[in-house]
T-cell receptor, first 111, second 116 residues
Framework: GESVGLHLPTLSVQEGDNSIINCAYSNSASDYFIWYKQESGKGPQFIID?????DKRQGQRVTVLLNKTVKHLSLQIAATQPGDSAVYFC??????????FGRGTSLIVHP | DTGVSQDPRHKITKRGQNVTFRCDPI?????LYWYRQTLGQGPEFLTY????????KSRLLSDRFSAERPKGSFSTLEIQRTEQGDSAMYLC??????????????FGQGTRLTVV
């Protein structure tokens, strides 16, 4: 079946570096994508979303890039801070209303 | 604070017992989702409500699971005859969806279920 997945399960960076977390999706019907951050023991926290009619969207210190040609999504975090350490999930809606999640990438920020 | 609250935060129960979880989204959340998450995995979809109507259920939702949203506001998820494999984090999300498209879904802090 179609699924959402992540290339790297763990990403380690130094404080102040930029981080890039990647996500591949395979459902071509997906027209809405979300990035979530999840800290241990907590629910996923919305970071940023993007619709399929866009290829880039920026928030505070975060940028999401969407490449529909290769079905790839990325989350860029500028000037990564220790507080950014968490598991990051991308989710797609598969053309329906239901967000479908991948496995997640663990981001570790070293001070 | 997403405005979505879940109760209880933690539940330990003996195998075979029934448990019920509650989710309170904000009033604008006409869409409500239940997910289950196990360690090291992403949230897995269980079921989805549009107002009080349950519109979709995952194959993960066996006949021991039932969810309701009687007035289109709070929702409950009941698990009957719990099994050890039901141990997981149960997450609820609310979305202020209107029209055809999605908007951001906001999650509660989840209910951690441990079946012993």
């Amino acid at each position: 079946g179609e699924s959402v997945g992540l290339h790297l399960p763990t990403l380690s960076v130094q404080e102040g570096d930029n981080s890039i977390i990647n996500c591949a999706y395979s459902n071509s019907a997906s027209d809405y994508f979300i990035w979530y951050k999840q800290e241990s023991g907590k629910g996923p926290q919305f970071i940023i979303d993007i619709r399929s009619n866009m290829d880039k969207r920026q928030g505070q210190r975060v940028t999401v890039l969407l490449n529909k040609t290769v079905k790839h999504l990325s989350l860029q975090i500028a000037a990564t801070q220790p507080g950014d350490s968490a598991v990051y999930f991308c989710a797609e809606n598969g053309g329906s209303y239901i967000p479908t999640f991948g496995r997640g990438t663990s981001l570790i920020v070293h001070p | 604070d997403t405005g979505v609250s879940q109760d209880p935060r933690h539940k330990i129960t003996k195998r075979g017992q029934n448990v019920t979880f509650r989710c309170d989204p904000i009033s604008e959340h006409n869409r409500l989702y239940w997910y289950r998450q196990t360690l090291g995995q992403g949230p897995e979809f269980l079921t989805y409500f549009q107002n009080e109507a349950q519109l979709e259920k995952s194959r993960l939702l066996s006949d021991r699971f039932s969810a309701e949203r009687p007035k289109g506001s709070f929702s409950t998820l009941e698990i009957q005859r719990t099994e050890q494999g039901d141990s997981a984090m149960y997450l609820c999300a609310g979305e202020s969806g209107t029209g055809e498209g999605n908007t951001e879904a906001f999650f509660g802090q989840g209910t951690r279920l441990t079946v012993v």
